[in-house]
């Protein structure tokens, strides 16, 4: 087995960097099932799946590399674990994991909840209000994103940037960096994959506006026309007898009736005259309180601050089980997160075993292998179609058992010398493909 030997200088480093840091929640799994004391499950639904503690099918580190492991098929999972109560306000808060989606992820999530301390564990389920929800999510080929969603003014806020995760069946490890002056980083495998500002890119950027100190002056004209004074007055009749008119000849006061003038309507202004707008010179505009955009604008640090962080949780669903978590760490130092990465994947992230079953010598051999093999194995056969009879032998999750009577298990056989020789310097220097051939290869 390869193993990392860290020089004694490194060692204080890591002690001091430690002593320095605020570590509020780490998580292993390296006490066995002690860890079932620590993780509750939720018992708000009977059909949530199980979680096991395992280093899965091909691990680094059979017992590092233990973590929790989805075991059931189209459920939905809810486990969580509970640490002392604290604030990020004024401070750094780092989230870090890692994840193993072995079973080739179809859809489903890998993702973690950062929840307050008066979670009910017990009764953990998809409507449970979180503070931070931060992983992998995939679902068939639309679906392939990291989340990243801050609880903000009782409201879930995405990220807006699109953040492609990674979908292969290796360990990775995913780091979430929020900072008290807004800026945030995420990383894949210790690399940033995206960063900027939570205002930003959360679109939660908040422009004050503030009041015009310019009042309405006392002579400001509001009226847009001046009115002639030839408006009527109030007690002006409206309506009179008609002088003009005249008792038609052929009225008949006794069939008729008396005759009376007929009425008419005044007309609305004295001596026919009309009410006429003019255009005001002196008309300025309506008066509006104008408002100005604050060139100096307060932030609102409360975007990514939280008083009461108190529960981790994986809280998910998934077609396909198998997805492993393992490494959990919520600190305030970068530095502490980035060398306890290095620490526990960083160690095993190159080197992997195959589980055998115990009653024959069976080793497997996974897709990523075989693109490796097409480019430092077959340039150097001889015969192109014997490459390509190789290739198709050598097919994913396939068992090569050597006493198999079959015309690949022979071929294997009969080139092994071959690929030996081919391969000496190379198996020198990675353990990792010498393994990946069934090689006993400790160093």
């Known amino acids: 087995m390869v193993q990392v030997l860290v020089p004694g200088p490194l060692w204080v480093l890591w002690l001091v960097r430690a002593a320095l840091a605020t570590v509020y929640f780490q998580e292993e799994f390296l006490d066995g099932e002690s860890w079932r004391n620590r993780w509750i499950p939720s018992t708000n639904d009977s059909n949530f799946g199980h979680f096991r503690l395992s280093s899965g099918k091909f691990y680094g580190d059979i017992q590092k590399d233990k973590g929790l492991q989805t075991t059931e098929n189209a459920k939905f999972y809810a ?29 489903g999530g890998g993702y973690i909840k950062i929840f307050p301390s008066d979670l009910d564990q017990k009764n953990l389920n998809g409507k449970s209000q979180y503070y931070i929800m931060f992983g992998p999510d995939i679902c068939g080929f639309d679906i392939k994103k990291v ?26 490890l995913y780091t979430l960096t929020l900072r008290p002056d807004l800026t945030y980083e995420v990383k894949i495998d210790t690399d940033i994959i995206e960063s900027g500002n939570i205002e930003e890119d959360w679109n939660l950027r908040l422009r004050k506006l503030e009041k015009s100190a310019m009042k309405m002056p006392k002579n400001w004209e509001k009226s847009q026309n001046d009115k002639l004074s030839d408006v009527p007055s109030q007690d002006w ?8 008119a005249n008792k038609p000849s052929d009225w008949n006061s006794e069939l008729d009736g008396e005759w009376q003038p007929s009425v008419i309507q005044q007309t609305k202004y004295k001596h026919g005259l009309k009410s006429q707008n003019m255009d005001n010179s002196d008309y300025k505009d309506v008066w509006l309180h104008q408002k100005i955009e604050s060139s100096g604008y307060l932030q609102d640090f409360e975007l990514s601050e939280y008083e009461n962080i108190g529960v981790i949780g994986l809280e998910l669903w998934q077609v396909r089980s198998g997805t492993i978590f ?3 760490l919520i600190t305030d130092d970068e530095n502490y997160a980035a060398e306890f990465g290095l620490k526990t994947w960083g160690r095993t992230k190159n080197t992997y075993f195959f589980s055998k079953p115990s009653s ?30 190789d290739l198709r032998t050598l097919h994913k999750g396939q068992r090569l058992l050597p006493n198999q009577s079959s015309m690949a298990s022979e071929r294997v056989e009969e080139r092994k010398q071959v690929k030996h020789q081919t391969f000496s310097k190379l ?9 990946c051939w069934g090689y006993k290869y400790d160093k």
């Open 427 to 435: 198996l020198l220097h990675s353990s990792y493909y010498a393994r």
């Open 237 to 244: 009749d409206k309506h009179f007898l008609d002088a003009s």
């Open 360 to 389: 024959s010598p069976t080793f497997y051999l996974k897709p990523f292998l075989i693109h490796k093999i097409q480019g430092d194995f077959l340039k150097k056969q001889n015969s192109e179609e014997n490459s390509k009879e």
């Open 79 to 107: 486990i969580s674990s509970r640490f002392k109560p604290f604030s990020n306000k004024g401070k750094t808060l780092v989230i870090q994991y890692t994840v193993k989606h072995e079973q080739k992820m179809d859809c």
């Open 326 to 328: 393992d490494n959990f």
């Open 147 to 172: 989340h990243v969603i801050l609880f903000y003014k009782d409201q879930y806020h995405s990220n807006k940037k699109p953040i492609r995760c990674k979908v292969d069946g290796f360990t990775h």
